[in-house]
């Protein structure tokens, strides 16, 4: 069964360091998207992407945040300015239309 | 604004117990609901879906109805096995309003031998 990964499972940066992270979501689906949930909160929407634009994003996806299709199959999402609240488990998805599939996330610490 | 509540945990169960958790939600159109599962040092995982109102989803023995007039999606099962302990996340997202998953806060289930 086709399904979303990520890479890395784990980065550890120094707070103002850039990081990307790296989403190869289901080939065939069209809508890509970003979350990230704070240990011990909830889930919480960053940004969306269709088309190779932009469709929707949160109030969290500021200025230090950007999300690029670089080819055909890669997903990132770079943080340009690390920050210690930045610190989170980051989860790519991908979908056809509304149906949502979560890859396994990756676990940021800044430090 | 749109959001979705889920009860408190956690949930603590008997092998073998029947299982409720509470989920409702305030939307302003009419929202798709889902679960989603978290399984320790795991990713989410889409356990069921609805998409209109009475609709019933169902996977790996759970089942939700979709509840218009209550505004709720609980989440059942008849009979837990210490393999279904997680955290359990009921979501929304409106129909035609966009594609952003709205998540309630999540409930951890324990399950117990």
């Known amino acids: 069964e086709p399904e979303v990964t990520q890479t890395p499972s784990h980065q550890v940066t120094q707070m103002g360091q850039e990081v990307i992270l790296r989403c190869v979501p289901i080939?065939?689906?069209?809508?890509f998207y970003w979350y990230r949930q704070i240990l011990g909160q909830k889930v919480e929407f960053l940004v969306s992407?269709?088309?190779?634009?932009?469709?929707?994003k949160s109030e969290i996806f500021d200025d230090q945040f950007s999300v690029e299709r670089p080819d055909g199959s890669n997903f990132t999402l770079k943080i340009r300015s690390t920050k210690l609240e930045d610190s989170a488990m980051y989860f790519c998805?991908?979908?056809?239309?509304?149906?949502?599939?979560f890859g396994p996330g990756t676990r940021l610490l800044v430090l | 604004g749109d959001s979705v509540t889920q009860m408190e945990g956690p949930v603590t169960l008997s092998e073998e117990a029947f299982l409720t958790i509470n989920c409702t939600y305030t939307?302003?159109?009419?929202?798709?609901l889902f679960w989603y599962v978290q399984y320790p040092g795991e990713g989410l995982q889409l356990l069921l879906k609805?998409?209109?109102?009475?609709d019933k989803g169902s996977n790996k023995g759970f089942e939700a109805t979709y509840r218009k007039e209550t505004t709720s999606f609980h989440l059942e099962k008849g009979s837990v096995q210490v393999s279904d302990s997680a955290v359990y996340f009921c979501?929304?997202?409106?129909?035609?309003?966009?594609?952003?998953?709205?998540f309630g806060t999540g409930t951890q289930l324990k399950v117990e031998l």
């Open positions: 998805a991908s979908s056809v239309k509304e149906t949502q599939y």
């Open positions: 080939s065939n689906h069209l809508y």
């Open positions: 992407f269709y088309n190779n634009e932009i469709s929707e």
């Open positions: 939307a302003t159109g009419y929202p798709s």
């Open positions: 609805a998409t209109k109102a009475d």
């Open positions: 979501a929304l997202i409106l129909t035609g309003g966009g594609n952003k998953l709205t």
